[in-house]
């Protein structure tokens, strides 16, 4: 959409996504742009219960009329709402976190479970994800709890416990089919990124590596360790094989380590993620699935493609 003629307005797009017996979702959400006098904002139903009720509004406002309207947004009760520029919305390059983002468990959490050390791995990773511990420390400190595990059990973790997140493969899928490149970037372990990635879609695939020797696991991790920064390093030279800037993209991720890639981005979405996360991304999925990142890049549920 072009320019508004006053050059300190542009068009943006209130977006929201609730659950489906939330019928009122459209009449909510205008009634607070009509009470910060918003004028001729424009309804778009992008979803009528299948598989969510969700609903945008264009409009132009300057950048601090926008600002002021995210209070009374994200104060709305079980939804999950985006104010974005309408230009460039529509992002060409999706990165996105695995365990806990694509999938709905943490692997190595899974993983430690075969050793009977899933209650200790667990809190170690719950503090590292919420930023208190160091990442890579908190990483090799969990691998190597779990020396001597034997190989068969990854092939098990994957099989008997990891399950793709509701919306997954819509949303590589959606974006893979209007242009978009998408890339799997992962703290955990390419033997489940590998397989997660083919599962959902993705064109590629980065993570850390567990070390073995043949039988079972040394403790040890492959280095360099991927973490947070590579994480945005990821982004960043995949963007430039492409051709795309940091605007052109969509990140995605639950934890502190996918924190980086998520303000980098020119839009970044926290999924049902530690507060350290949600507070300093874009937009946030808590209530919603997958499929909302879709809705706050103005896709209607008719343009959905499924995996």
Request: aromatic share 6%.
């Amino acid at each position: 959409m072009s320019q508004n003629p006053d050059k300190s307005r542009n068009f943006f797009a209130a977006t929201a996504v609730a659950a489906p017996s939330r019928t009122d979702l459209a009449a909510e959400l205008g009634e607070i742009l009509v009470s910060a006098g918003v004028q001729d904002a424009q309804l778009r139903i992008l979803a009528n219960g299948t598989p969510w009720q969700a609903c945008e509004y264009v409009f132009a406002a300057s950048e601090a009329d926008v600002e002021g309207l995210l209070g009374p947004f994200k104060a709305l009760s079980g939804v999950d709402v985006a104010l974005l520029p309408v230009e460039g919305r529509r992002k060409r390059l999706l990165i996105s976190d695995m365990d806990s983002t694509i999938i709905g468990q943490e692997c190595l959490d899974e993983l430690a479970d075969f050793a009977g050390l899933k209650a200790e791995v667990s809190a170690i990773t719950e503090r590292a994800m919420r930023g208190e511990l160091d990442f890579e420390g908190a990483l090799t400190t969990r691998v190597g709890m779990l020396k001597g595990l034997e190989l068969s059990a990854l092939e098990a973790a994957y099989k008997e416990r990891i399950t793709l997140n509701p919306g997954a493969r819509t949303l590589t899928a959606t974006m893979k089919a209007n242009g978009a490149h998408a890339v799997l970037v992962s703290g955990g372990f390419t033997f489940f990124t590998s397989r997660v990635a083919v599962a959902s879609g993705f064109d590629a695939h980065r993570g850390n590596t567990l070390v073995d020797d043949g039988a079972a696991l040394t403790g040890e991790v492959g280095r360099p360790i991927l973490g947070r920064e590579a994480k945005l390093t990821a982004l960043d030279e995949t963007a430039a094989v492409h051709g795309l800037a940091r605007a052109d993209a969509l990140a995605l991720g639950d934890g502190a380590n996918d924190l980086d890639m998520i303000r980098a981005a020119g839009l970044g979405i926290a999924y049902h993620a530690k507060p350290i996360v949600a507070e300093q991304a874009t937009a946030a999925i808590q209530h919603t699935d997958l499929t909302a990142a879709l809705f706050f890049q103005g896709y209607a549920a008719d343009e959905f493609v499924t995996g």
